[in-house]
């Protein structure tokens, strides 16, 4: 059995891994991780026979904190994905320095299938990547929707607490169907636009594959056919972590 976990700036998943399929899954806000949460959360690994870990982390400060408790307390090698060598898995176009290495997982998770891709993620940013003949090509961050969101209620007195739904409408009636309104088709326009531009610089056709909170609100509104993987970065660690025999 193995671990992989993705260290985001938001939520960290951590998932105990059993024949390259996810055995246990366990979320919790970044924010709470300290050692003594990891230790107290993580108890139950004593009792199994875990060889290895994988993360990829956007926070590594917490990436320190779980490499030391696993290290330490359980004797497991733990391992952050962009300080392994890829090459053989995937061709990466840019300077690694650049690339989220949530972003670099979702991007593996599709690798070596011999199509294009565009991997848009609905997290902290909204991302999107882009893979032509497996390698990386390079990716756009635009704001993340509840950063947005929350910047704006921040900044604006008036500005009521809202959760964003889908809707039909573009003219609203009141402020919160107007707010709702501009975030949904803002996005989707956003989102749209991208894509297009992607497809018109690169003179490529590509699947698309979304992820993250939002991902199934705008899945119907895209001009584009998009394919929902809300595991698509934990994927990605199970590709690498078999294929490196970690």
């Not at 959360?41 to 875990?50: E, H, R």
């Amino acid at each position: 059995m193995k671990i992989v976990g993705d260290i985001g700036n938001s939520d960290t998943k951590v998932c105990i891994i059993k024949n390259k399929k996810i055995f246990k899954r366990i979320i919790f806000p970044t924010k709470l991780l300290t050692k003594s949460f990891f230790n107290n959360k993580f108890k139950f690994i004593k009792k199994l026979n875990i060889t290895s870990s994988l993360f990829c982390s956007v926070v590594p400060k917490k990436f320190e904190i779980i490499k030391n408790v696993l290290n330490r307390s359980y004797s497991i090698k733990t391992y952050e994905l962009k300080k392994i060598d890829l090459d053989d898995i995937i061709k990466i176009k840019v300077n690694l320095k650049q690339i989220g290495s949530d972003r670099l997982a979702n991007s593996i998770s599709v690798s070596k299938l011999n199509y294009n891709y565009i991997i848009i993620d609905f997290g902290t940013a909204t991302t999107f990547d882009v893979i032509i003949n497996n390698n990386y090509y390079g990716g756009i961050i635009a704001p993340g929707i509840n950063l947005s969101i929350k910047s704006l209620k921040n900044n604006a007195s008036l500005i009521p607490n809202f959760t964003l739904q889908k809707v039909k409408k573009v003219i609203g009636k009141n402020t919160l169907s107007a707010l709702r309104s501009g975030f949904f088709w803002g996005y989707t326009g956003l989102i749209n636009n991208i894509i297009k531009l992607i497809k018109i610089e690169t003179k490529k056709n590509f699947k698309i594959i979304a992820t993250g909170g939002y991902s199934y609100l705008f899945k119907s509104s895209l001009d584009y056919k998009v394919s929902i993987d809300k595991d698509i970065t934990i994927k990605g660690l199970i590709k690498i972590i078999n294929k490196k025999n970690l």
